[in-house]
Nanobody, 120 residues
Framework: QVQLVESGGGLVQAGGSLRLSCAAS????????MGWYRQAPGKQRELVAT???????NYADSVKGRFTISRDNAKNTVYLQMNSLKPEDRAVYYC??????????????WGQGTQVTVYS
């Protein structure tokens, strides 16, 4: 039993910024990693950025220098600060967690997704 609450999506003009949040709760013993993925119309889901419990970060080449991922371990929350947004960033953004449940079994869970629309 895990819940992911995503927020921060919306409509923004090209060059603008948005900040996505994802808060995890439920039967979680520990979180190994959290990240953001996106799926644009007509395209497959792709990795945007991930961050591990140890602070290791990975970005897609398309967002390097524009997006910043961060976390608040005490709140089991991950953020994605998106700056200099481009029309090609338009997609549904999904939060993902890799965690251990109460039985210390490794699991993965996806959020429902939040829409990001960028217009020129």
């Amino acid at each position: 039993q895990v819940q992911l609450v995503e927020s921060g999506g919306g409509l923004v003009q090209a060059g603008g910024s948005l900040r996505l949040s994802c808060a995890a709760s439920g039967s979680i013993f520990s979180i190994n990693a959290m990240g953001w993925y996106r799926q644009a119309p007509g395209k497959q889901r792709e990795l945007v950025a991930t961050i591990t419990s140890g602070g290791s970060i990975n970005y897609a080449d398309s967002v390097k220098g524009r997006f910043t991922i961060s976390r608040d371990n005490a709140k089991n929350t991950v953020y994605l600060q998106m700056n200099s947004l481009k029309p090609e960033d338009r997609a549904v953004y999904y939060c993902n967690i890799e965690y251990k449940n109460s039985w210390k079994r490794r699991k993965e869970y996806w959020g429902q997704g939040t829409q990001v629309t960028v217009y020129s």
